[in-house]
């Protein structure tokens, strides 16, 4: 009996060990690992493009992906050197936007009774309180620092959907010839099922996250706020980061719009209207509606997973963190033997226990000419 529960304890001491090195080993790897994550993420998210022009435009999916990743590139490229030129002119402007900020700080200081220094004036009272325009121009420029390092690593990103374009394509023929007998048939069916929810997943928070930012931009080019296409772009990357991603892009743009209107109080409150409702709108009444709610995961779950993929890989963690977390989960509903990790990575357990029962029966609802690709 010692000896039993002293081999469980050097058991579960080798899995903590290997959770610590397998941390160490992804931070260490970053440069190598994210190019490839962000391939497979856009790889699930273009699949269906790609599925539909080979099947209704008749256009050999080899051919088909190609032109996909072509648009993809060109349009990611262009909206890159746009938000790069945007970010740069924002520096110049910095002292201009501190002064309007100033005025706003006097207003409210003399409102509140807060002391000022009349030696000096509102402008140098705010920028004491604050430390200077430096720090901000640092962010700034840190800030075109990354998305000059991401635009590096494109052309790798694009080979490697290339490939995992075709690799998928070609998947259900290489699970046939890897597996024989009875385990052919049940890995083919998990592996379907896996593949065309993640497919569906991937894709749908993609074009909601989409929608997100086509409607700030909409919106706030229509009130008059400066660099719409920025404000657009910014809710559209933090839509991927629950409860907080979608908090600071609203902050991010009223504040810049209570800079630029000031005093002019009711374009601000509409940019503010427009931006919660585009929340509101995507992430409360759409987004459950399509992604159902088998797809859930705890609250706990997701701080966790925020908190350790942004020590791991900083901002690109905590955008990677829920995908990744959902596939996993995903992967497990599909695998009996780790259904219970699936119930501990979900929402609510009757939403997950459901699945169960989906993944073990025909998963054609979703995608019959899905299924026929795999």
Request: net charge positive.
């Amino acid at each position: 009996m010692k000896q039993k529960s002293y081999s469980r304890g050097i058991f579960y001491l080798l899995i903590f060990l290997s959770a610590i090195t397998g941390a160490a080993v992804l931070k260490i790897t970053a440069p190598v690992i994210l190019p490839v994550l962000f391939s497979i993420m856009l790889t699930f998210a273009l699949v269906p493009l790609v599925r539909r022009m080979n099947r209704k435009l008749r256009i050999p999916w080899n051919v088909a992906s190609t032109i996909i990743v072509i648009l993809a590139l060109i349009l990611i490229y262009n909206i890159g050197s746009f938000l790069v030129q945007t970010l740069n002119i924002l520096v110049k402007r910095i002292p201009d936007y501190f002064k309007q900020l100033a005025m706003i700080y006097a207003a409210i200081a003399k409102r509140l009774h807060i002391p000022l220094n009349d030696s000096i004036s509102p402008v140098d009272n705010f920028l004491i309180q604050l430390g200077g325009t430096s720090t901000v121009q640092r962010i700034i420029l840190r800030s075109t620092a990354t998305l000059m390092g991401y635009s590096k690593n494109i052309i790798l990103v694009v080979f490697l959907i290339v490939f995992l374009m075709a690799e998928i394509h070609q998947f259900r023929e290489k699970v046939e010839a890897a597996f024989q007998g009875k385990v052919k048939g049940r890995v083919i069916h998990a592996v379907k099922n896996i593949v065309l929810q993640i497919t569906r997943y991937i894709s749908l928070k993609f074009i909601i996250s989409l929608l997100t930012g086509i409607y700030v931009t909409i919106g706030t080019a229509i009130i008059g706020l400066e660099y719409p296409v920025l404000w657009g772009a910014i809710s559209f990357v933090l839509n991927f980061i629950p409860y907080f991603g979608s908090a600071i892009s609203i902050i991010l743009t009223t504040l810049y719009s209570l800079l630029q209107f000031y005093p002019d109080l009711q374009s601000f409150v509409i940019v503010g209207l427009v931006m919660v409702s585009a929340n509101i709108l995507m992430g409360n009444l759409i987004e459950p509606k399509l992604m159902g709610t088998n797809l859930g995961l705890s609250p706990f779950i997701i701080l966790i997973c925020l908190s350790f993929w942004s020590w791991i890989w900083g901002f690109t963690g905590m955008l990677l963190a829920v995908p990744t977390t959902v596939i996993l989960k995903i992967i497990c509903e599909n695998v009996s033997f780790l259904h219970p990790v699936a119930i501990f990575l979900g929402g609510k357990v009757q939403d997950t226990t459901k699945e169960f029962s989906t993944s073990e029966t025909d998963f054609e609802e979703f995608d019959t000419d899905a299924a026929d690709d795999l």
